[in-house]
Nanobody, 130 residues
């Protein structure tokens, strides 16, 4: 079992920044991949970023590349999503997710799919005003 709790969402103007955190508990944090997804009203859940357990490999969605950074602090069991130059189209509920079976050192294409993740946080709202 893995428990995930996101924090750091809020309302920000376009061009601003937010830093999301995800606190994990329940299993050895460094042994599995962690991802961020988002879901806007009326849309499907969308991949944002994923990082391997060791932190040595990551994928970033093209829509946020160059603006968002994913990181993890394995000593603190915490996943981070640093979001810069935010746009109104980034408005969504952001979720962190854990794949407890894979991704300690390497990631695969499946890590861009929400179906690869067994555990999810409750989500945190990010709203970007124009």
């Amino acid at each position: 079992q893995v428990q995930l709790v996101e924090s750091g969402g809020g309302l920000v103007q376009a061009g601003g920044s937010l830093r999301l955190s995800c606190a994990a508990s329940g299993r050895t944090f460094s042994s599995y991949a962690m991802g961020w997804f988002r879901q806007a009203p009326g849309k499907e859940r969308e991949f944002v970023a994923v990082i391997s357990g060791s932190g040595g490999m990551e994928y970033i969605a093209e829509s946020v590349k160059g603006r968002f950074t994913i990181a993890r602090d394995n000593a603190k069991n915490t996943l981070i999503l640093q979001m810069n130059v935010l746009k109104p189209e980034d408005t969504a509920v952001y979720y962190c997710a854990a794949d407890p079976l894979r991704g300690q050192y390497r990631l695969g294409p499946a890590h861009r799919s929400a179906t690869s993740y067994r555990y999810w946080g409750q989500g945190t709202q990010v709203t970007v005003s124009s």
